[in-house]
């Protein structure tokens, strides 16, 4: 497998502007997460999906990120309008299990978003 | 609501033993995962504990004690390719929580 797949790797866009990041999770794996690392902030978890319902986007910032995924296979994470503070590193993960448990999460690479 | 508290950095020499040291607040505990995450890459799993003891897999050992909250991962015969950063994650209701990371150092 080739693991988890997020695009894109780098992303640079103005304030305003609309973002969208995407993400390929492992096949035949039901949970699907989305984090955000910051240096301040550490890794937080934004929302995550179970059998692709969302279950919890308690910790989606603001309604300017929105989270979709519309089949097992794929899932967006959009933000708009972009302000500069939301520059970080976007991580996407996928589990066979919601809790982690003994096979953990996977991770995909990541994209860093930088908005000027 | 969750938290975990770790040190924020740590330094040892190749070869040495380190132990990294996680305390944690969960409501619904039900297990503390660790991850290794190298400058510019995306955190890998290491193990996880959901009962209490000593897990082993090769070099790293995870540590678990429920009635203390508490659990460490341990790295036996350092290498420079250790160098990283360490969270402790742990797991309740569903969500897995990170902690802020602990930051190994190894000097030749």
């Known amino acids: 497998d080739a693991g988890v797949i997020q695009s894109p790797r780098h992303e640079v866009t103005e304030m305003g502007q609309e973002v969208t990041l995407r993400c390929k999770p492992i096949?035949?794996?039901?949970?699907l997460f989305w984090y955000r690392q910051t240096m301040m902030r550490g890794l937080e978890l934004l929302i995550y999906?179970?059998?692709?319902?969302?279950?919890?986007d308690s910790g989606m910032p603001e309604d300017r990120f929105s989270a979709k995924m519309p089949n097992a296979s794929f899932s967006t994470l959009k933000i708009q309008p972009s302000e500069p503070r939301d520059s970080a590193v976007y991580f996407c993960?996928?589990?066979?299990?919601?809790?982690?448990?003994?096979?953990?999460?996977?991770f995909g690479s990541g994209t860093r978003l930088t908005v000027v | 609501g969750q938290s975990l508290e770790q040190p924020s950095e740590v330094t040892a020499v190749e070869g040495a033993i380190v132990q990294i040291n996680c305390t944690y607040q969960?409501?619904?505990?039900?297990?503390l995962s660790w991850y290794q995450q190298h400058d510019g890459g995306a955190p890998t799993f290491l193990s996880y504990n959901a009962l209490d003891g000593l897990e082993e897999t090769g070099r790293f050992s995870s540590f678990l004690s429920r009635s203390d909250s508490y659990g460490y991962l341990l790295l036996q015969e350092l290498q420079m390719k250790d160098s990283a950063s360490y969270f402790c994650a742990s797991t309740g209701g569903f969500k897995t929580i990170f902690g802020a990371g602990t930051r190994l150092f190894v000097k030749a």
């Open positions: 999906f179970n059998n692709n319902v969302p279950i919890d």
């Open positions: 096949s035949g794996h039901n949970s």
């Open positions: 993960a996928s589990s066979l299990d919601a809790g982690g448990g003994s096979y953990g999460y996977t």
């Open positions: 969960t409501s619904g505990f039900y297990g």
